[in-house]
Structures are given as structure tokens and as C-alpha cells.
């Protein structure tokens, strides 16, 4: 057997150190290793203790999510018996986390009898994450140290806590104060316990401390949790798991718990849910862009634009501790953006989450001005000014001529040619796109646009540097909107068409919710300002939108009255305060358009507007991978999970339509085609991939498997 675990004796304490880089993912040969470590401590006489330890930056990753799904995470010795055989275990067993415990790392570490810890290193049950619970006792045992109503919220939450916090909750039984070797200081402390004879913990002697739990704090707590956890399956299990751990003696307790954890691991929301974690990992491979590629430095960087995304992008930049020149060519507008930058900080001291010494550093890394002349020295720029093509080469002309030579020159717009933008620089290998979405210092995901001369070097330094500010990256081509905004113009155009048609906005939004979108078209539409899209419609590629002349004729109506959503009051819907109120002129406005166009009205099932709507964002996606502007479907799944609310437990569009099956897309595309008349017969076609794959009986992911990853690679591996 492949013995992964070192296995030492120091006076007569057994230390099992699992050494399976680079996270000591609790894979079946180190399960084995564990075990065999364990069997070796028992039969030792010499042997009184045993540490558990790792030699990986991590205690432990937790469970091998790769051998999920292929049976491997079942194989005996599974995580539940290694977690029974230590917690069994008849000599002492103390583990000695040096670095974080995630998942079944942190079962396995409550399934000891102590556990000595570094200060700062995060512990956690993070698999609500997943689509599941956690499944080797930990819904268990944490409540028999935490209580049921701190477990509860940590694992529905899913968010890790410092050790020296669950010191003090009693989780953490000994905090390593630094000084000295770390496992060495373990060691004293095991021998410490042993002096004193401490007792082993025996769990199932143990019972939750229910004395400062109220009654309904169950039925109360999820309520609390309704509207975050809207949809997701797996924290309704956690809260029944831990309703067990009250309830239930341990053994059965943990009984339940299995049962639990099995439920959920056999939903198409854990598939979803290990799709998109999976999905992000992947999204950072570029087929071409491998190691070697030589990252530029980044330390300073400068932000063209103190509007809405120029303030957003400059917070979440500050914040990773990089330092900021702010430029607008407006004063005023300089100033207004340096205030809210300002605000946002104090609100985290105010919400405890910073402190004034914190935010005093970060706001000493900050500069404003209003002369291009300051910009000479910056590593990065991100430009964010007015969504003009002239405007934006007018500042990259300016940038052209002011920055020193390798700095990285990054336009954030939403829709417009990277490529024509480069061109009149004399550096278009410097030029990147990112496309930071709004709030930008809030939302997760970054748009990477890659530019037909962008070097390799300045796409990798991009990659590492959203990383950095603690971004989820995906990398696309250039195409009006790119992946996200093109997509959702699509799927925006298909919910215009349903209120000519003779839906109402609080249908479409009702069912589009009601599917597991965090807001619907009309109120997003309505939240970022009708002006927007029909803005960037303006610079849409001939060929697109206009092969419908009704395309978008409600929003265009509304911005001529100046309906511009939440901002004037006013849109799809009426706003008072902070309440929405359906606005009965839309379906007259609506019903006008209707008969200026002849599109014939008629009452829409709510399945129909699903269908149409979600069908046309994943038809549209299909022909971006056949464009190659995206590398691979999940890349689209990775944009649209974060940057647009599609619901997480669905996996995103593309896995969607896999786990629903292609064939049914495409005979409920072909079916729109027929009975929706020219519309239908125009808008519905369905992307020639979708076809292909659907015949041959395979998935989208299926493609990315035979045709790897490259540019243009789906629809060439298709026609050979
Ligand atoms: P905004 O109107 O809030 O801010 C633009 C700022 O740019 C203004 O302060 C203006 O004074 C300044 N500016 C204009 N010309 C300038 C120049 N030549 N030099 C320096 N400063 C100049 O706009 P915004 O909403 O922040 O959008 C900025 C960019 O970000 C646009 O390209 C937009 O498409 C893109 N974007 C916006 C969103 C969004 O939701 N608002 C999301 C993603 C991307």
C-alpha cells in the first residue's frame, strides 16, 4: 500500500502526519494510510498517545470531491470509519492543525479526543456548498461542542471560522501560542494531557447543550434563512441533521445523518453545485497560457473613471492592498467618487468587519486626480469611462502616449471591440479587457476579454491579478457583450417578446424567479436603467436585434418617456420607496406595440416562459462556444452563476440543458420555431452545435472531453 502518512514514535507519543500534497484531500490510498497509522498506534504498547498532523500547508481540504460520483469516496476504509476509529480509538488522539481544516479535514479533527490549533487557521464545514451535508459525523459532533444553534448557522452558512474563535466556543481545546516548533509544542501538550489523565472524549456520552436553546429556535431559524437559501436543497438537511444531533441518541444521530447526506448527494443540485466548483477551478486553464509564461509585476494601478464602476473597482482593488490613482477629468465627479470610496471603508469599520488602523493604511495607498500626467509610473490601468467608442480610444490614445512601457492597459466596457480599441495604441499586445460587473467591489466575477494581439503574458498577469482581488475569472473573446452581455440580450429580447405577446412583467418575473433567479428581467432591466441595454443596442452588429423590428420595442417606448427604472421612479414596474408596484400601463403600452407589429396576444403559461427564456440563453451560448469566444461550456456556466443569478444549484445554463438532456432543447427549440411564425422561425433556430451534439447523444460537457479547449475547437472537432 502506498503509505502517504509519516508514522513516528516520540516518546511514546504515535505521530500520524498525512503528507498527500497539495491539501491532503482525504482520497481512499490516504484513508488507508490513516487507518494503517491507527493500527500501528494500537498494537504498539510503547505508544500511550497519537497526533494527528499534516505536512501540507493544509490540515486537511477535506474529502477527494474527484473521486465523487465514480464510487472511490465509498471504498472502505470511507471517512466515516476513519472519523469512528479515532473517535473509538482507546489511547488518546489529539490533532495538530497548523493550517486550515475544511470539510471531512475538520470531521476528522472533531473525531479526536483534543485538538491543539494555530491561531489563525480556519476551520469549517463547507459542504452546503456542494449540494450536501456533511457526511463523516460532523453534523454530530460539532453540536456536542458548539451547541445546535452556532453549528447550525456555521454549516448552513458553510463559512469557516478562525481557531482562536472556536477556542473560545470551546471547539478548540488548546491554542499554540507561537512560540517554538509547532508540532514539537503538540507534542508537550499531548504529553501534558497524559500526565494529568485526562479522559477521552466519548461522544456518544455526550449530548447537545440545549439549555439556552429556545423551543422554536428551529422553526425560527428558517424562516431566517428562507430567502438566502431560496431553492437549495441541502440546509433544510442540514437543519434536520442537526435537529437529530438534539434529539437523538449519537449512533443514531450519526444513522440519520448518513441518510441525510445521501439524499442530497443523489440530487441534480449536488451535481450542479460540484459542476460550478469545479467550473471555476477549470475556467483559469488557458489552453495556450501554461506556466512558463513569465507574469508582469503589479503594485500600482489606476482607474480612468470615478463613476459607479471606477469607485466599485478602486474599493475592491484597495482592499487587496494594492495602491490606487483614481482619474476622472471632472472635479467635481473626482471628488464625489474619492467620498463614496471613503464611505465604503468607514462602513466596514463601522460594521466591525475592518479597523480604523486597517482602513487608515488602505486609504494612505489612495490618490486622486485629474491630470493624466500622474499615471506615468502605474503598472495597471483600468479604464471605466462612458460607454463611447470615440471617448474610450480617445483615452487609450492619452494612455498610449503617458504609460510606461509593460504597463497593462484594461478597459472595463460591457459591449464594445477590444480589438478596435488596441488599435490606436502602438501597444495592442498590452490591452486587455476586463469587465468587472456591478457592484464591482461586491460581485465575484470578472470578464476577461482576450483581444486578437493581447500577449500571453498580460492575459496570465490579468488571471493572477483577479485573483488577487479575490475575483472568479473567465476568459472570452471578443463579440459585442462578450459571454455574459451577450447571452443576456438574448434571453432580455425573449422576455420583451413574451409582454408583446401578451405576459406582464410581473409574470416573467414571477416565473423567471420563481426557476431560481435571484431577480427577473424587467426588475434587473429596472435596477441597472433601462438606458443601458438600450444604449448598447445602438452599437449592436447589424444583423442582430433589427431582424425583428419589435425587438425591444417596450423598453425603447419606456426610455423615451423617460421610464428609466428605479433611478426615475419609474419603468417596468413603479417604484415607491423601496417597494415595486405593478404598473398597469405597461400591458397597454404593450398591447399597442402588439398591434402596431401584429403580433397577436394570448394568455402565456409560466413553463412557456421559462422555456423560451432560458432556452435562448443556453441557443446563445451554444454559439459562442461554436464562435470559440468562449473555451468551454463551463466557462458560460462560471459567468452566468456569477454574474447573473442563475441559480447556483442548477449548474448554470450549459450543465442545465445537459442534465435536462439536449434532445429536449432542441425539440422545444424546434417546436418555438414552428409555432411562434416569422418570429419563431428567426429566434429560434437552433445553434448548428446543439444539433450535432444532440443527435450523437452527447452533452456539452461531452464536447469539451473530445475537443479539449481551444479557440474555435468545438466547431472543428464537430465537422470532422
Ligand atoms: P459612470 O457614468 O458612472 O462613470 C463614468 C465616469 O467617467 C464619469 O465620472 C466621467 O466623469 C468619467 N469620464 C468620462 N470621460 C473621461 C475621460 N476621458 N477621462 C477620465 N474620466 C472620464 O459610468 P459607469 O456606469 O461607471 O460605467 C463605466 C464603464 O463601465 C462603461 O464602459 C460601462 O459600460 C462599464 N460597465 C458598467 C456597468 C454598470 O453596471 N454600470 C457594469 C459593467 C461595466
Redesign the pocket.
Known sequence: MENICKYRVVDSIAIIEMCHPPVNALSLALRKSISEGFKAAQGDQAVNGVILASNCELFSGGADILEFGSGGDTKSPFLPQICNIIDDFPKLVVAAIQGSAFGGGFELALSCDYRFAAPKVLLGLPEVNLGIIPGAGGTQRLPRLLGAEKSVKMMVSGKPEKAEILFKDGVVDHIFDGEGDFLQAAVSYTKGLLAEKVTLRDYSKMKVDTSDLNADFFSGFRKEIARKTRGFFAPERVIRAVEAAVSLPFVEGLNRERDLFLECAATSQARGQLHVFFAERAATKIPDIDESVQVREIRSVCI?????????IAIAVLAAGYSVIL????Q???E??MNSIRKNFAREVEKGRMTDATVEKILSQLKGT?D?GDIVSVDLVI??????ME??K??FE?LDVVCKPGAILA??????DVNEIAAVTNRAEDVIGM??????NIMRLLEIIRAEQTGKDVIATSLKFAKSIRKVSVVAGVCHGFIGNRMVAAYCGEAERLLLEGASPAQVDKAIFDFGFAMGPFSMNDM??ND?PHL?RQSYPQGSYDRDPSAFAVQDKLVSLGRLGQKTGRGFYLYEGRSKIVDPEIEIIAKELAERFGVTQRAISDEEIVQRCIFSLINEGALLLEEGIAYRSSDIDVVYCNGYGFPTYRGGPMHYADEIGLDKVVDALKGFQTTLGAYGAEFFKPAPLLLKLASAEQSLQDCHRMWGTNFKVYSKGINT
Open positions: 480612468i473613471g470615478a463613476g459607479t464602476m471606477g469607485t466599485g482619474l476622472d477629468l471632472s467635481e465627479a473626482l464625489s467618487g485629474v493624466y479604464e471605466a469611462v462612458f460607454e463611447k471617448i474610450k480617445a483615452v492619452q478597459t472595463n466596457t460591457s459591449t464594445l469587465h468587472f460587473f456591478s457592484p464591482a441597472a436603467g443601458v448598447s
